[in-house]
């Protein structure tokens, strides 16, 4: 597995760019009816039987923004004043960060874990696999525009809006991207180790802490090594470029922008690549 893990690298090195992207998405466009199907399917499901239904998708995001609201804001006394000075809101900047951090959580647990539990149905009916983590990044952008709704009305009513927020669903499209691409990787790894599924809990929470989300970037202004390794932190600059536009009101970088788009689809095309390589054969293994 490893020498095939190997050749699948190389042969990234010499593919197209974006060549990968590309085919996906036409592979997926093609079932574009089973990937809605599976999508709708999980929705239904996921708050049934549930009193509380659908709130619970509002009431899970906001108590954790409470209690990071509570202990960074409150307790740490953490400070960041909007473009305009004119409020010091430490939740909204919170709530910014966790919006696109959630996002990016729900579609690589979700997809990692979405080949084994179509596992039952792949073995039944034949269907393109991808179609399985393509259903359940839907379901996750489905909650993140409900919390960047919920994002720019308190923002709407602090006074605190501008022109710049309009590239927040742009933004939400390219973590969808890098999520995804990510996500179609660790899925079928997953398959055939899953082990793979602990690791990732672990550097996923690694992850958390190393993007400036639960504290201002100021916190580590002074240390240059620590800087430079969340720097090198792709979800920090989609953080980053989401404060911007929605809570500093003010345009990323073209250059930020550039770089963004460059990783979502490298990602991308590269997380295709050995999904192709390897998950012809996973309802076998499963």
Known sequence: ML????ATLRNFGRAQPFAGAVSLVNDLWTYRGLVGNLAQRELKSRYKRSVLGWLWSLLNPAATLATYAVVFGVLFNAKVTTVKGEFNNFTMYLFAGLVIWNFFSAVVNGSMTSLIAAGPLLKKVCFPPECAPAANMIVAMSQALIE???LILVMAILGNLGWAMLLLPILLALVAIFAFGIGLALSVANVYLRDIAYLVAVLMNLMFYATPIVYPESVIAHHPAIK????????HQFVKATRDAVYWLRMPSAFSMGVLVLI???????????FRRFGDDVSEVL
């Open 3 to 6: 020498e095939s893990a190997a």
């Open 148 to 150: 960047s709704m919920i």
């Open 228 to 235: 430079q390794l969340v720097n090198l932190n792709p979800m």
């Open 264 to 274: 979502s689809f490298a990602s991308l095309t590269l997380g295709w690549i050995i």
